[in-house]
């Protein structure tokens, strides 16, 4: 008998090495010829946008069939719009890939907003291109001197946010603030994306805004940053703090109840999941797994890296089985903890 198992055993992994080659070159076949398409649920010329091009500029060497890759934009609610038609509309045959906000892929689990039409557990996660922390900043301290959260409680004067939707992480994480702390903030919903909402700073439209990805700074805004123009007065790392953001306040050192530190996670873990990269529900499980193992050769491509430091971007990928494994967990989180959650970061 157990020789029978053996023998078994050894033909199914003499099966599976040719399997291997068979499916790779069924992936090929798929994608020779085509075209692949990174939609982005922001507007031109933010963060998810140019992240998203260096990285479309190199991915289709990775893929099997070497497909051509184009980046469209589908701004609309702080990216629930692309999350939406990704879900629902898109073809599920691996040719149409999403960016959104992993904040935005939280919103089901509330269970509150009829608007998005997805469930998060059924996309399927290729990666995410980044691993980074976020942080709040304000436009020469709001006028207050504000350098730190205890700044930002302390305000006697409102200090106002500038966001593109009511779900993502420029009005959740004021949101929490204002509601966690007692900030005295407002947000002001309408803005495309962080371009925008930085010359509406500049112009003293706007005080302030949050979402601020430490690769975004190092990109965009790094000229303001050092200047003083820019002040980042809070960060949002569960497990980390970000140098770069070295005299900003991290929001779990002000917090004083464990219930609220709970909600904290809940809210500021899955923005560490930077620019999650999805396909739709129903892909093929063999291009599913094309398209991650070529996100993660991307990272590795020198002309890549070569790219990406131009403009000063470093990408730190988060595999698509880690992405999945940690949505799965944030949303078996305690009913009770999810609905108090809820109440800080929608109540304005």
């Known amino acids: 008998m157990i020789g029978y198992v053996k023998g078994a055993a050894l033909a199914a992994a003499a099966a599976a090495v040719v399997a291997l080659p068979a499916r790779a070159d069924a ?9 692949i398409v990174f939609q982005v649920g922001f507007g031109a010329g933010g963060g998810y946008d140019t992240n998203a091009r260096i990285v479309a500029r190199h991915f289709g060497r990775h893929v099997p069939g070497n497909p051509s890759v184009i980046v469209q934009n589908v701004p609309g609610a702080g990216s629930m719009a692309l999350a939406n038609s990704l879900y629902n509309t898109a073809p599920k045959d691996g040719r149409i890939l999403g960016i959104f906000s992993s904040v935005v892929a939280m919103v089901p689990l509330y269970g509150k907003r009829p608007e998005a039409k997805f469930e998060t557990d059924k996309f399927e996660w290729v990666g995410s291109l980044h691993r980074d ?3 709040c900043g304000v436009w020469k301290g709001a006028g207050q001197g504000i350098r730190t959260i205890p700044d930002l409680v302390k305000a006697k004067e409102t200090v106002v946010f500038g966001s593109n939707g009511p779900t993502n992480p420029l009005t959740v994480f004021p949101l929490f603030m204002k509601n966690a702390l007692g900030a005295n903030l407002k947000v002001v919903h309408g803005y495309k ?8 700073m500049q112009k003293g439209e706007l005080h302030g805004t949050c979402g601020m990805f430490e690769a975004s700074v190092r990109n965009a805004f790094m000229q303001d940053f050092e200047a003083g123009n820019l002040v980042i007065f809070a960060q949002f790392g569960v497990t980390r703090k970000v140098p770069l953001f070295a005299g900003a306040t991290n929001i779990f050192d002000v ?10 996670r809940l809210v500021f873990g899955p923005a560490e999941m930077t620019r999650p990269l999805a396909a739709p529900p129903g892909t093929p499980k063999a291009r599913v797994d094309a ?4 996100l993660l050769d991307t990272m590795k491509d020198p002309a890549l890296r070569a790219d990406a430091s131009k403009i000063k971007v470093k990408f730190a990928p988060i595999p698509g089985e880690e992405v999945t494994a940690n949505f799965r967990e944030y949303f078996a989180t305690p009913r009770e903890v999810v609905d108090k959650t809820y109440d800080f970061i929608s109540r304005m």
């Open 133 to 135: 922390i976020q942080g």
């Open 255 to 264: 917090l004083q109840s464990e219930e609220h530190k709970k909600m904290a």
């Open 27 to 35: 992936v090929a076949d798929f994608y020779k010829g085509k075209q």
């Open 193 to 200: 994306g962080t371009k925008e909402i930085n010359l509406a």
């Open 291 to 294: 398209l991650r193992k070529a």
